[in-house]
């Protein structure tokens, strides 16, 4: 991950280059800290005020074999438009401002407040970045699971879908995105900051919620992230369905009955293009990597290892989980009470 480090641009890297201040990127650091995915997609400005315009090549010259003194007809590759929109998340945080001189370091307290405001927008994110549905929630950004939700053939991205075989609605995902520009990639509008944006609005005066003709000195600070996600090649992710949680927990026991995850992973990675410039992760949620990390004490067991991932501009320790040297990320977001996806299915 070192070498693509510098040549993608990570939420951290972009923050850098837009605030001189420092403050983004204080506040890019805290977000890397909770959710790893924010670490490892590369951030590009959008060509359009609320989203980005991608042009993407939908089908190629085939050639004409001919003979002596026999032409050919003039032939063209065609492309289509996919429009993708950003959403835009806000929260405001209201403190005391008595409250926050007690300690005598207001604004010591203010920031130690306000990370409560900084993880829960980068929670509502990451939840976005997998289940966002703008058919269901018009203010949000399409997700990955909006986008790859069918088995079979019906879809184009019906195959980069790999069945876990469970049957229930207790069922999971992994997920395994190669990141790229030009392939899968975060978005911010036009014109506008990368990340979370903060502003202080220092003291304001304003109602007091528990009493109606009261009023509160309060000091306000105002959050703002924009962005989405960007899905050029529809090749460059593969979710892996259907994992039954219940069985999976049976993993290493005598009566193991969980999915062949690893199989799976397996031919998830053989789904992708060739990986040149590529940046190819492996999603899960704790559950998952937990099982997962209970499949590598197999002796027998030579794809999985731990190791650090040199490079990232955020501290991490050196126990990353990988499969075949690919990254294995823990995304709560993830949930465990997924239903089942069937050829039938459609975004929900």
């Known amino acids: 991950m070192g070498a693509l480090s510098a040549i993608f641009p990570t939420l951290l890297d972009v923050a850098r280059a837009t605030d001189p201040q420092g403050k983004i990127p204080m506040i890019a650091e805290v977000l890397q800290e909770y959710n790893d995915i924010l670490d490892d997609i590369p951030w590009i400005e959008g060509n359009l005020p609320t989203g980005h315009l991608s042009v993407i090549r939908t089908s190629k010259p085939a050639g004409t074999w001919r003979s002596l003194n026999k032409g050919i007809q003039a032939s063209k590759s065609t492309v289509g438009q996919i429009t993708n929109t950003c959403g835009m998340l806000e929260s405001l945080s209201h403190i005391d401002c008595d409250l926050a001189s007690l300690n005598g370091n207001t604004e010591a307290f203010r920031f130690s407040q306000d990370r409560g405001h900084i993880e829960g927008l980068s929670d509502t994110m990451s939840d976005t970045l997998i289940y966002g549905n703008v058919s269901v929630d018009p203010e949000q950004f399409d997700g990955l699971a909006s986008r790859y939700f069918s088995l079979g053939t019906t879809y184009t991205t019906s195959s980069q879908m790999i069945d876990g075989g469970g049957i229930g609605s207790d069922n999971t995902s992994i997920w395994l995105v190669g990141w790229a520009p030009n392939k899968v990639y975060g978005?911010?509008?036009?014109?506008?900051?990368?990340?979370?944006?903060?502003?202080?609005?220092?003291?304001?005066?304003?109602?007091?919620?528990?009493?109606?003709?009261?009023?509160?000195?309060?000091?306000?600070?105002?959050?703002?992230?924009?962005?989405?996600?960007?899905?050029?090649?529809?090749?460059?992710?593969?979710?892996?369905?259907?994992?039954?949680?219940?069985?999976?927990?049976?993993?290493?026991?005598?009566?193991?009955?969980?999915?062949?995850?690893?199989?799976?992973?397996?031919?998830?990675?053989?789904?992708?293009?060739?990986?040149?410039?590529?940046?190819?992760?492996?999603?899960?949620?704790?559950?998952?990597?937990?099982?997962?990390?209970?499949?590598?004490?197999?002796?027998?067991?030579?794809?999985?290892?731990?190791?650090?991932?040199?490079?990232?501009?955020?501290?991490?320790?050196?126990?990353?989980?990988?499969?075949?040297?690919?990254?294995?990320?823990?995304?709560?977001?993830?949930?465990?009470?997924?239903?089942?996806?069937?050829?039938?299915?459609?975004?929900?």
């Open 187 to 348: 978005i911010y509008p036009k014109g506008s900051k990368a990340g979370l944006v903060h502003e202080d609005d220092g003291k304001i005066t304003i109602s007091d919620p528990n009493n109606s003709g009261y009023f509160l000195k309060v000091y306000q600070s105002r959050f703002q992230w924009k962005g989405g996600i960007a899905v050029d090649d529809y090749r460059y992710v593969v979710r892996i369905c259907n994992i039954d949680v219940s069985a999976l927990l049976t993993a290493g026991d005598t009566s193991d009955t969980s999915a062949n995850i690893i199989k799976m992973m397996v031919m998830a990675l053989g789904n992708l293009p060739p990986r040149a410039g590529v940046r190819p992760v492996f999603y899960m949620n704790k559950t998952v990597q937990t099982m997962l990390a209970v499949k590598m004490l197999d002796k027998s067991n030579v794809w999985l290892s731990v190791g650090e991932i040199k490079g990232s501009p955020v501290f991490r320790p050196d126990d990353t989980l990988k499969f075949q040297g690919v990254p294995c990320r823990r995304i709560d977001s993830i949930l465990n009470t997924e239903s089942r996806i069937t050829t039938a299915t459609t975004p929900s």
